[in-house]
């Protein structure tokens, strides 16, 4: 069972522009959002995360927004850049759980120049 | 630091071979997991450890066992290869205060 949908598949933007991605989780009891970047041949990275206590959280250019009463969190990617090119995973976990983390199935973005 | 680190990067096996993925942090990290990740699926967890001596599984475990005997280092092994285990494999080691998890570089398994 999948707890985490994630949306979209692959994303092409343009230099400059906004990459949003979006997921939906259903286990209300979690309680820790992180986003991962993962660049080809590589291991994820930590990029961003938030806790439900908050709408909002901004890194540079990069800012999760989360909806607790509708279960949904975004990762938004201001100035586009192809070096953000990449894929990108949300994730989910409540501390109880050992923190282990839920993935949603990731989406591929290419940034074009 | 190395941060986690994993042997080997890649592994060809044909089926009914057993291996170990190997998996060390030089972090201190009391908890280390295992996930495969696969096309489309994202990453799933496969074992988990919350500190030597203890380890629990996660999402996908057949096929596959786990031991942590330091806190250092937390093998994978894969007891008979079948070929739906081929896929990647990232072992990773979280850190307790923020909750972040540090991934390895991951090992690319293919069994024939």
């Known amino acids: 069972q999948q707890q985490v949908k994630q949306s979209p598949q692959s994303l092409i933007v343009q230099k400059g522009g906004i990459s949003i991605i979006n997921c939906a989780y259903e286990?209300?009891?979690?309680?820790?959002f992180p986003w991962y970047q993962q660049f080809p041949g590589k291991g994820p990275a930590l990029l961003i995360a938030?806790?439900?206590?908050?709408s909002e959280k901004k890194e540079g250019r990069f800012t999760i927004s989360f909806n607790k009463s509708a279960k949904q969190f975004s990762l938004h990617i201001m100035d586009s850049q192809p070096g953000d090119s990449a894929t990108y995973f949300c994730?989910?976990?409540?501390?109880?759980?050992?923190?282990?983390?839920?993935f949603g199935e990731g989406t591929q973005l290419t940034v074009n120049p | 630091n190395a941060g986690v680190t994993q042997t080997p990067k890649f592994q060809v096996l044909k089926t009914g071979q057993s291996m170990t993925l190997q998996c060390a942090q030089d972090?201190?990290?009391?908890?280390m997991s295992w996930y495969r990740q696969d096309p489309g699926m994202g990453l799933r967890l496969i074992h988990y450890?919350?500190?030597?001596?203890?380890?629990d599984q996660g999402e996908v475990p057949n096929g596959y066992n786990v031991s942590r005997s330091t806190t250092e280092d937390f093998p994978l092994r894969l007891l008979s290869a079948a070929p739906s285990q081929t896929s990647v494999y990232f072992c990773?080691?979280?850190?307790?205060?923020?909750?972040?998890?540090?991934f390895g570089p991951g090992t690319r398994l293919t069994v024939l």
């Open positions: 972090m201190n990290h009391e908890y």
């Open positions: 994730a989910a976990s409540f501390e109880t759980s050992g923190s282990r983390l839920t």
């Open positions: 286990n209300t009891a979690f309680d820790y």
């Open positions: 938030i806790r439900p206590d908050v």
């Open positions: 990773a080691s979280r850190e307790p205060v923020r909750r972040i998890q540090f």
């Open positions: 450890s919350v500190g030597a001596g203890i380890t």
